[in-house]
T-cell receptor, first 112, second 115 residues
Framework: GEQVEQRPPHLSVREGDSAFITCTYT??????FFWYKQEPGASLQLLMK?????EINEGQGFTVLLNKKDKRLSLNLTAAHPGDSAAYFC???????????FGSGTRLLVSP | DPKIIQKPKYLVAVTGSEKILICEQY?????MYWYRQSAKKPLEFMFS???????DNQTASSRFQPQSSKKNHLDLQITALKPDDSATYFC??????????????FGSGTRLTVL
């Protein structure tokens, strides 16, 4: 089945720095990709979803990059601030699939 | 107001006992799921249901039994509890079970501790 590896498990940056998180996946049929954010003590909420037809997606304060050739999905938080401190999970699905496979998560700490 | 309600928020049980984790969603979704999060396996898929029918089961142990009395309910019964079952159990839902592009909406979780 699909395997998703996420790195790094922990990341500590200063306010204003960039934070870069990467996931690699194995299933070449993976077609939909997601980033979820889990704030301390809270549940997961969708940050962004991307489709394999789009390689770069920009959100508010972050960019998601998809490299289909290398099967790599990346999240880059630009100019991180303390409110970005949370756990971030990548996730993938395949067409016709009934489950979402999550990466192991990255705990990001942004210090002032 | 929370749209996916999980009860209880915290649960302490003794080894060998049985517990039921409650999940109700008020998003009008047709698919519901259970995920487990622990230190060993950060977010692990357990079950998916669509229109009250089991779609996928990745839980090896029959001690875990989902129960769906209504389309918007998916409870999780756990029997013969073990300390290794200690985790936070998240219920989630999506509009359909065709998960390709669906967003998952998560409840706030039930933190289970088995002594």
């Amino acid at each position: 089945g699909e395997q998703v590896e996420q790195r790094p498990p922990h990341l500590s940056v200063r306010e204003g720095d960039s934070a870069f998180i990467t996931c690699t996946y194995t299933d070449p049929n993976s077609y939909y990709f997601f980033w979820y954010k889990q704030e301390p003590g809270a549940s997961l909420q969708l940050l962004m979803k991307v489709f394999s037809s789009t390689e770069i997606n920009e959100g508010q304060g972050f960019t998601v990059l998809l490299n289909k050739k290398d099967k790599r999905l990346s999240l880059n938080l630009t100019a991180a601030h303390p409110g970005d401190s949370a756990a971030y999970f990548c996730a993938v699905t395949r067409t016709g699939g009934y489950k979402v496979v999550f990466g192991s998560g990255t705990r990001l700490l942004v210090s002032p | 107001d929370p749209k996916i309600i999980q009860k209880p928020k915290y649960l302490v049980a003794v080894t060998g006992s049985e517990k039921i984790l409650i999940c109700e969603q008020y998003l009008g979704h047709n698919a519901m799921y259970w995920y487990r999060q622990s230190a060993k396996k950060p977010l692990e898929f357990m079950f998916s249901y669509s229109y009250q029918k089991l779609m996928d089961n990745q839980t090896a142990s029959s001690r875990f039994q989902p129960q769906s009395s209504k389309k918007n309910h998916l409870d999780l019964q756990i029997t013969a509890l073990k300390p290794d079952d200690s985790a936070t159990y998240f219920c989630a839902s999506s509009q359909t079970a065709a998960l390709s592009a669906e967003t998952l909406y998560f409840g706030s979780g039930t933190r289970l501790t088995v002594l």
